[in-house]
């Protein structure tokens, strides 16, 4: 016996003196994020954990513990949380790895901390520049982080994937994933498979071309790239793993000079594999810019955009290919949560991939071959009439292609459903999906002209802004409907829903309690029955939760933690918020457990400066063309018709407003690129920014009338 023992001891220590350690971890002989290949695909047999981005490679978003549950879960409560440095949007999915947790804020920053009290074990700053933000179309967010063999991996909002010590937060190496000169960002988590982080990108409305790569995990060598739409004919082949398909299938499809508008196609989230067919399979973005019109002369389905693309993990290579929307026009990505599973359709066990992107389907697609199943509607949608599935191609409604006049088109760019986690359970078979009815008005811009690195849709932004009256605000405010709709995707059905009054809320996480969690944007977080809809707990987390909940295990306790800040795309672009011009707090870590005491501090949100109309007198004529420079250009961020959410500056109340030197020094001059108000001098006249002046000033009029309303003119 002693010799066995004593043979065990030595094999242990020459299998740890083969892992380098670090110093803190060599006292207890114990490797931070040991996440090995084994591991990741047992993940579904290590429940405590949360090894990857959608709890296993199937992301199903499922925790198998029962420990909280239906007939508990009213006596969760706060464990602890962390507040972070900021209020711009909380995205990210946390990694829980043998007790540690591993999570980023905005500005693609990394925290590790212990998972049952919240102490910080390390921070990371990857330093962005703040004026990459203004190539960041939805918020400077970051949605997680991979683990593989003692490291963190993080893509960072300026094009970094960088590799950090589990142990330490210390950069082990950092790789450089896309030209810093072009104006791509990366929000998306990393994937692990097989020994390499994968990882794309997003900016397709700025001007580029999309494409996904593989990274060798240790080095940070590329592995293998594929790009999702043609390039420019004339350079030829980009010596990828995607040259050989874009050749046979993809070029024939599109039409013009589409590539001098990059094209778009970006892999900004979408990154699953399946480990028991060995594919990869990514989610594909829409074109750049939106308008098919102008995009591809109005011709051809441009794959492989809003596309599903099936690829060789080892190699990159093309395997098949499913496209929900050919020839996209509306800004329907397919980038989407894509999720696995093994499902009884019509008496026969089948591999499916099951996907509700942008366009309002919710697909089952088979995963062998790339054949679609089924696909239903599950938000009413005016763009089409249903699938036909002989083809799988949508029957098309023609005037919503806005050739010729304005369509109202449901859903919208901002998606029946968006980045926002989905989950599977397989107790109930139903997916909870996070899904919205928000209709958008496409018309054709006739005065379109390419700018790289602006914003470039070549669809009229401006008739989308919210009306100077503010009745009629709230009563178009009153429309903008979410859900959370529990889906049958074998009978392609809704069995229950959870009806909100406003879109944008959080991603959703199922439990072997036989719960659902979700956050909203109204700032409660939820659980519900998850056979049935119905409530059973909630907690005000001051502040919009959108992403995505985890459950883990720490000894013998479940814990359930969720990131907690609002932001994105809605919250930054749209004008028919709840609280326009509320300051939400900072974004906030929140872990609860059975029995929890901790409470949230307070939040007493700051005093808004008030409106600052300029005194100037403009022409109909400037507040109109100001009008469509910022609705174009500048809405996206501070809000449609000037009217902010509070998560970057409300130009209605700037200081610079009133004074055109100091306007024209910070959008022309770029004084603030600093914080990330870069200059427009490249793509703007002077006197094409004094008209936005103009403009915001117009909506800074609207502004102090109706706080003098309220106030009772005082």
């Not at 591991?39 to 499922?62: D, V």
């Not at 899904?435 to 070549?458: C, L, M, R, T």
Request: with cysteine; hydrophobic share 40%; net charge neutral.
């Amino acid at each position: 016996m002693k010799i066995a023992v004593a043979a065990s001891s030595l094999a242990l220590a020459a299998a740890l003196w083969l892992v380098p350690l670090s110093q803190g971890e060599a006292a207890g002989l114990v490797q931070a994020a040991n996440v090995t290949a084994s591991r990741l695909l047992a993940a579904a047999s290590e429940p405590a954990n949360w090894m990857t981005h959608g709890g296993t490679y199937a992301e199903q978003r499922y925790a198998n513990l029962d420990q909280i549950n239906t007939g508990n879960v009213g006596k969760l409560g706060l464990a602890w949380s962390h507040e972070f440095d900021t209020n711009r949007g909380q995205e990210a999915t946390p990694l829980v790895i043998d007790g540690t947790m591993y999570t980023t804020t905005a500005w693609s920053k990394v925290v590790a901390l212990d998972a049952a009290t919240g102490k910080v074990k390390w921070t990371f700053d990857p330093g962005v520049p703040k004026e990459r933000g203004h190539s960041a179309c939805c918020d400077v967010v970051n949605r997680g982080v991979a683990a593989w063999n003692g490291m963190i991996f993080v893509g960072a909002l300026d094009g970094r994937l960088i590799a950090l010590d589990a142990a330490t937060g210390k950069q082990k190496w950092s790789t450089q994933t896309f030209d810093p000169s072009q104006p791509y960002t990366i929000t998306g988590a990393p994937r692990v498979v097989k020994g390499k982080v994968i990882i794309g990108n997003g900016g397709a409305e700025l001007g580029v071309r999309g494409y996904v790569t593989a990274y060798d995990a240790m080095t940070g060598q590329k592995a293998w790239r594929f790009y999702t739409i043609p390039g420019d004919p004339a350079k030829g082949p980009d010596g990828e793993a995607s040259d050989d398909v874009l050749k046979a299938k993809a070029g024939e499809t599109w039409f013009g000079k589409y590539w001098e508008a990059g094209g778009g196609g970006t892999v900004w989230d979408a990154i699953v594999y399946d480990q028991e067919l060995d594919q990869l399979y990514i989610g594909v973005g829409n074109g750049s810019p939106w308008n098919h019109e102008v995009r591809s002369e109005g011709k051809g389905d441009n794959l492989f955009l809003s596309s599903v693309v099936a690829l060789d993990p080892n190699t990159g290579k093309y395997k098949w290919h499913y496209q929900g929307t050919p020839g996209e026009t509306w800004d329907f990505t397919q980038t989407q949560p894509i999720m696995l599973a093994t499902l009884n359709i019509d008496g026969q066990p089948r591999k499916v991939l099951m996907q509700a992107p942008k366009n309002g389907f919710f697909y089952v697609i088979d995963r062998t071959n790339g054949k679609l199943i089924s696909a239903k509607g599950f938000v009413p949608q005016t763009w089409t009439t249903g699938v036909d599935p002989a083809t799988g191609r949508p029957i098309e409604v023609p005037e919503a292609r806005y050739r010729t006049g304005t369509a109202l088109v449901t859903p919208s760019a901002l998606g029946a459903h968006n980045w926002h986690p989905m989950a599977f359970s397989p107790k109930t078979g139903l997916v909870y999906l996070p899904a919205q009815e928000v209709p958008f008005a496409y018309s054709n811009d006739k005065a379109y002209s390419h700018k790289q690195g602006a914003w470039n849709i070549a669809v009229v932004a401006a008739i989308n802004a919210p009306p100077n009256n503010a009745e009629e605000s709230r009563t178009i405010r009153a429309t903008l409907k979410g859900q959370l709709i529990a889906w049958d995707p074998v009978k392609q059905k809704e069995a229950w829903r959870v009806q909100y009054d406003g879109p944008w809320n959080g991603g959703a996480l199922a439990t072997a309690g036989n719960l659902v969690f979700q956050g909203n944007a109204r700032g409660m977080f939820q659980a519900f029955d998850a056979s049935n809809g119905k409530p059973l707990w909630s907690m005000n987390a001051q502040t919009g939760v959108v992403a995505g909940a985890i459950s883990y295990m720490v000894g013998k306790t479940q814990y359930v933690a969720v990131m907690a800040g609002y932001g994105g795309a809605y919250p930054l672009s749209t004008g028919f918020q709840d609280k326009p011009s509320y300051t939400p707090p900072n974004g906030r870590l929140l872990v609860f457990k059975l029995g929890g005491t901790g409470k949230l501090p307070a939040y007493d949100p700051p005093a808004l400066a008030p409106a600052n109309p300029p005194s100037d007198t403009f022409t109909p004529e400037q507040i109109a063309a100001g009008g469509n420079i910022y609705e174009g250009n500048c809405g996206i961020c501070h809000g449609a018709g000037a009217r902010s959410s509070g998560l970057v500056p409300d130009l209605r109340r700037s200081g610079a407003l009133g004074d055109k030197e100091t306007w024209a020094a910070v959008v022309h001059g770029g004084m603030l690129k600093e914080r990330g108000m870069v200059s427009f001098a490249k793509w703007f006249s002077s006197d094409e920014i004094e008209s936005v002046r103009a403009y915001v000033g117009e909506q800074a009029k609207f502004l102090a009338s109706e706080e003098s309303k309220k106030t009772g003119g005082k």
